[in-house]
């Protein structure tokens, strides 16, 4: 266990060192993070923050992972191919990130939307697919691990779309928690770490190695993104990290207890979905707009109920923690 954790601790001292130099970048390009109109009122106060922080994570990541794996990755072996599968997913979706970002940036319109859902929920759509392809028939990857059942249960085609909903779910909950300083990247710190705990535990070492270099990169960012935030991850460290992890998952065999790690990410991803569903729903049969939050994604809720965003962030990052804690649990039986 002493090389993923030395590699973190590696992961950490880079990208520490990058962060400065990569906020004067941006500031410099404008890359300035535009806020919601009908978000909270004290949010407005973030606008002009630097964006596209999670080029920090991403950058870290790759270069200590394939630096180190060169030589598999050169000969295709098993382990250069299962490294490669998640830094893939990395870049990929940290590269849609990014287009995403800049659209927001630069659209007129002063609702800080960036890609249309048409366009950014297809290429999500197809990448997934592609990784989950990759998966399946290069890594050998169709069956699920059950607690307390010894071997895991081979479910063969219908892992392919499990595999492309977990990936595209798991990207847009992140996007979602993203919205408060300090809690998207705690959160997912601490999902990498339970699954890092998990592979080590599989004797997947080089997938280990792979989550706590995540953790180390995005310990990194939040050195950065504490409130009050100098940094924001945007959909470009969002979407990365959330893809990655449902990859992740996948590749442990544990993707049944990602809804358990990732719980905050499951609650976010949720509030949303009751929010406009019930919005829709009261309006068509109701003829007036009933909602269950007072906003979403779930966070702003509790922002909007007087808890301040440390607390927010702090009370999230402590069910994040139990929620990891419990799923490493469920797997070691």
């Known amino acids: 266990m002493s090389y993923p954790l030395t590699l973190g601790a590696l992961a950490f001292f880079l990208?520490?060192?990058?962060?400065?130099?990569?906020?004067?970048?941006?500031?410099s390009q404008q890359m300035g993070k535009r806020i919601r109109i009908e978000g909270p009122a004290a949010h407005q106060a973030k606008a002009g923050t630097p964006t596209m922080g999670g080029v920090l994570i991403i950058a870290a990541v790759v270069v200590i992972n394939v630096g180190l794996n060169l030589a598999n990755l050169l000969g295709?072996?098993?382990?250069?191919?299962?490294?490669?599968?998640p830094v893939v997913a990395m870049l990929s979706f940290g590269l849609l990130g990014m287009l995403d970002d800049i659209a927001g940036i630069r659209r007129r319109r002063g609702d800080a939307q960036g890609m249309l859902a048409r366009s950014k929920f297809p290429a999500q759509v197809l990448l997934a697919t592609l990784l989950a392809v990759a998966m399946f028939w290069r890594l050998d990857l169709h069956s699920i691990a059950l607690p307390t059942v010894p071997r895991r249960i081979d479910i063969d085609g219908w892992w392919l779309p499990i595999a492309i909903f977990i990936?595209?779910?798991?990207?847009?909950?992140?996007?979602?928690?993203?919205?408060?300083d300090g809690l998207a990247g705690s959160i997912a710190a601490i999902c990498f770490a339970a699954y890092g705990g998990i592979a080590y535990l599989q004797g997947q070492v080089w997938l280990a190695a792979f989550c706590f270099t995540t953790v180390g990169a995005t310990f990194a960012f939040l050195w950065f993104n504490a409130y009050p935030a100098q940094l924001f991850m945007g959909d470009a460290g969002s979407m990365a990290l959330g893809a990655t992890l449902g990859v992740v998952a996948l590749m442990t065999g544990q993707w049944l207890?990602?809804?358990?790690?990732?719980?905050?990410?499951?609650?976010?991803?949720?509030?949303?979905?009751?929010?406009?569903?019930?919005?829709?729903l009261s309006r068509r049969f109701l003829g007036?707009?009933?909602?269950?939050?007072?906003?979403?994604p779930l966070h702003h809720h509790f922002e909007l109920l007087g808890w301040s965003e440390p607390q927010v962030t702090q009370r999230f990052f402590l069910v994040g923690l139990l929620s990891g804690m419990l799923g490493i649990a469920l797997a070691l039986l």
Do not use: C, Y
């Open 15 to 27: 990208a520490v060192i990058w962060g400065p130099p990569l906020i004067r970048l941006l500031r």
């Open 76 to 85: 295709f072996t098993l382990i250069g191919e299962s490294v490669l599968v």
């Open 167 to 180: 990936i595209t779910g798991s990207a847009n909950a992140v996007n979602l928690t993203d919205g408060l």
């Open 257 to 280: 207890l990602l809804p358990i790690i990732g719980f905050p990410f499951v609650l976010e991803a949720l509030s949303v979905i009751l929010q406009v569903a019930s919005a829709k």
């Open 288 to 296: 007036r707009d009933i909602r269950p939050f007072k906003m979403s």
